[in-house]
């Protein structure tokens, strides 16, 4: 199958972001991966069924060739070809994490060309995964510049154990042919501007409370939202909007997402799930709290936008001020310079991560 990029995928933090990032950056710049010891420090090593439908969907999206692509598979090749624009159906058959699914998918579609169309069946608002509403509102506006249509429409709420959830991608380029290799970077910083290092003041603040329906009487939605307000209140944010939904799901769950908006267009965002026995206010309160612990650091993105900007950033330039340097931010870093070279430098002090052009 030709020389491999190989990735150890037990560095750093060692976890399904390493295969999510090097399928992104593989597939763009035509570069065969093998990598080896996936998620080897986790209790369950291997692949998990989301990054199994990721690659699921490559073998047709970017006909590629695979091997390696089982249930708890601890090695893959992966060798990408030529991506194909169309309408395409996942179906994950359980409520694995549809928002990291889109942490390849999303990127990767600003480079097809002409139009895709992604229906996606699985998991909206789950536990270690962002909810599908902070992906929408926070992640997604970054990256409408590079294309001439971008949507991501919840067609069905799918919460923890049974998913269920219907979320549909529209995506068009202006491409007509797929980009050579040599074209992606010089492609994308015409379009993407990623610098994001200077704060301003806060001009708007966004709270988006969903419940499932069967909880209507005891207006869970309200009272998540409420929490979520009086928080905000509480620490001298601006009076919120506010977004109540009710949906019908196959298993009972709920989520909230909050999100600022400055006025040098930073977007900084949090989110939570609600659980059975744990009052609705707090799911709100626990959002705002580490909206503020990301927005009081003077960082321009929040913990979770950080770790999904820095492939994007890596090919197009630019420059963001992060809220902390995590592990699963330097191994993102890591794997993007595995394929690219060196092309970051940190500054630790000013929490800033600047990729050269």
Excluded at 34 to 62: D, S
Excluded at 115 to 122: C, P, S
Excluded at 314 to 330: E, K, M, N, Q, Y
Aim: proline letters at 5%.
């Amino acid at each position: 199958m030709g020389e491999f990029l190989e990735i150890d995928g037990s560095h750093g933090e060692g976890g399904g972001q390493i295969v999510r990032t090097a399928l992104f950056l593989s597939t763009v710049l035509k570069v065969p991966v093998r990598i080896y010891n996936i998620r080897a420090g986790r209790e369950k090593p291997g692949l998990k069924r989301q990054h199994l439908n990721i690659v699921k969907l490559l073998k047709r999206l970017a006909k590629a060739k695979v091997k390696g692509d089982e249930l708890g598979s601890t090695e893959l090749e992966y060798v990408p070809r030529t991506l194909r624009p169309g309408q395409y159906e996942v179906n994950f058959d359980t409520a694995g994490s549809i928002p990291l699914f889109l942490q390849t998918l999303l990127p990767l579609s600003l480079f097809v060309p002409g139009e895709l169309v992604l229906r996606i069946i699985g998991g909206t608002d789950v536990p270690k995964s962002p909810t599908i509403d902070w992906v929408r509102f926070v992640f997604l506006p970054h990256l409408l510049p590079a294309v001439k249509t971008l949507k991501l429409e919840v067609l069905k709420r799918g919460f923890y154990p049974s998913g269920g959830g219907i979320v549909q991608l529209t995506a068009k380029t202006e491409l007509s042919r797929e980009l050579e290799p040599s074209e992606v970077r010089q492609y994308l910083r015409g379009r993407l501007s990623l610098y994001k290092t200077k704060r301003g003041n806060i001009e708007r603040v966004h709270v988006f409370s969903v419940a499932h329906e069967e909880l209507r009487p005891r207006k869970v939605a309200e009272r998540q939202a409420k929490g979520a307000r009086d928080a905000l209140l509480s620490l001298g944010y601006p009076e919120p909007e506010v977004y109540r939904q009710y949906a019908n799901a196959s298993s009972i769950g709920t989520s909230l997402t909050v999100w600022v908006q400055d006025s040098e267009g930073n977007i900084i965002g949090a989110d939570n799930l609600g659980k059975k026995g744990k009052l609705s206010e707090i799911v709100g309160a626990e959002a705002v709290k580490k909206l503020d612990e990301d927005v009081r650091s003077g960082a321009c993105v929040d913990r979770h936008l950080a770790d999904h900007l820095i492939p994007l950033l890596a090919l197009s330039g630019g420059a963001i001020r992060v809220p902390a340097f995590t592990g699963h931010l330097l191994t993102n870093v890591w794997v993007c310079e595995l394929f690219l070279g060196k092309v970051f430098d940190i500054d630790e002090k000013e929490k800033l991560i600047v990729a050269k052009t």
